[in-house]
């Protein structure tokens, strides 16, 4: 019976090593396969990286598209509400001043007024509100002063009358009303400033 030589832990560990290089891949074929997926991930990024690019694209010209649309067509529900004042203008045009002239005037007087109620409801779908502040304080975000008069019957910076209605869409100026503004009579602002002397 033959004994076997014991084997130092040196001589385990270098057989151990030996077989493990044995059987991986030489180094060659290693860099190869890494260079060939490096390419293969390469290749795969670019595409995605082209297709982004691509759909970016796509997306920039149908937002150009959409935006064209709606600068030209933006105004199209309100062109429709228009109609209809359009036509009662145009009717009103056509009655006939030369037979009874009184009827005439009675058959304008009504196809304004229908007008104005046609064009008030038009503004109202399209979100457009009348400023009218007759008698109200002078607001200058809202109004605008042609004048100023003095009077008693309104208080000193209210509006007086209104030369010229304003308008606001969707709680933005489109235009200042244009008003006259009370101030007070100079009699009775000089008595207030004799009084404010006096008592001081």
Not at 8 to 36: G, I, M, N, R, Y
């Amino acid at each position: 019976m033959t004994q076997e030589k014991p084997t130092s832990p040196d001589q385990t560990e270098e057989t151990v090593s030996t077989e493990s290089v044995d059987d991986s891949a030489s180094p060659e074929e290693t860099l190869e396969e890494l260079l060939e997926k490096a390419r293969a991930e390469a290749a795969e990024n670019l595409d995605n990286f082209l297709r982004a690019k691509a759909e970016s694209e796509n997306i920039r010209k149908r937002s150009a598209d959409e935006v064209i649309k709606a600068r030209k067509f933006a105004v199209e529900q309100f062109a429709g509400e228009l109609l209809a004042v359009r036509d009662s203008l145009d009717l009103a045009s056509q009655v006939d001043l030369t037979e009874d002239s009184a009827q005439a005037m009675k058959q304008i007087h009504e196809g304004v007024t229908l007008t104005l109620k046609q064009l008030d409801s038009a503004f109202e779908k399209s979100g457009v509100t009348m400023v009218d502040p007759t008698g109200e304080k002078f607001n200058p975000e809202l109004h605008q002063a042609m004048s100023m008069i003095e009077t008693d019957d309104v208080e000193p910076n209210h509006v007086v009358n209104v030369m010229q209605k304003g308008y606001i869409l969707n709680e933005r100026l489109l235009r200042p009303a244009m008003v006259v503004v009370a101030k007070a009579p100079a009699q009775a602002a000089a008595e207030s400033g004799e009084l404010g002397d006096t008592e001081s």
